[in-house]
């Protein structure tokens, strides 16, 4: 079973630039979601895709988008790069089984580390 | 809306220490709490878990009972080991839908031989 897989390990972008990150979920799983962590603090949560459509999203601006594949993989792309973009980028993986309130286990890959000069 | 809050760290202990590091959390109902772990240049790595009120989740020789009366998920271990040193975060799922999790901001733990 080959688990969440992300890549770049390490990318360094200057600001006002684009960035696309990758993301392979865990075999078997239908949804991917993103999250910024940046230093020192805990993930926070950017969005999610299901069914190759946002399922959800958390508190950031539209410069953040993404794409699911109908292998299940995912981009993240951050548009007009700033400063505070600087985090460590956590991409999860799971088998969503429909239904609200109900919580499916999610698998973290290692992250993608952006520096933004 | 629904949040942890966990010790501010960072927290510096010898080997063979007791370990805890408190977890409050506020949600409406009951959800699963969780306690991750990230060593360092890795992502998150699920600890433990506990899915109701009373539980114990444990994994590795850590422990962290979900207390309601309290609101209360603190991680427990009885003697670290410097391999044990990593960020630890406490966490619970958004109730509200898409299938996301709320993390606190972490703790460090750095165990000394």
């Known amino acids: 079973e080959t688990g969440v897989t992300q890549s770049p390990t390490h990318l360094i972008k200057t600001r006002g630039q684009q960035v696309t990150l990758r993301c392979s979920s865990q075999?078997?799983?239908?949804?991917v979601s993103w999250y910024q962590q940046a230093l020192g603090q805990g993930p926070q949560f950017i969005f999610q895709?299901?069914?190759?459509?946002?399922?959800g999203r958390g508190n950031f601006p539209p410069r953040f988008s993404g794409l699911q594949f109908p292998n299940y993989s995912s981009e993240l792309n951050v548009n007009a790069l700033e400063l505070d973009d600087s985090a460590l980028y956590l991409c999860?993986?799971?088998?969503?089984?429909?239904?609200?309130?109900?919580?499916?286990?999610?698998?973290f890959g290692p992250g993608t580390r952006l520096t933004v000069l | 809306g629904d949040s942890v809050t966990q010790m501010e760290g960072p927290v510096t202990l010898s080997e063979e220490a007791f370990l805890t590091i408190n977890c409050t959390y506020t949600?409406?109902?009951?959800?699963?709490l969780f306690w991750y772990v990230q060593y360092p240049g890795e992502g998150l790595q699920l600890l433990l878990k506990?899915?109701?009120?009373?539980d114990k989740g444990s994994n590795k020789g850590f422990e962290a009972t979900y207390r309601k009366e309290t609101t209360s998920f603190h991680l427990e271990k009885g003697s670290v080991q410097v391999s044990d040193s990593a960020v630890y975060f406490c966490?619970?799922?958004?109730?509200?839908?898409?299938?996301?999790?709320?993390f606190g901001t972490g703790t460090r733990l750095t165990v000394i031989p």
């Open positions: 506990a899915t109701k009120a009373d």
């Open positions: 949600a409406t109902g009951y959800p699963s």
């Open positions: 966490a619970l799922p958004d109730q509200t839908g898409a299938n996301n999790l709320f």
């Open positions: 999860a993986s799971s088998l969503f089984l429909g239904g609200k309130g109900s919580y499916n286990e999610q698998f």
């Open positions: 075999s078997g799983h239908n949804t």
């Open positions: 895709y299901y069914r190759e459509e946002e399922n």
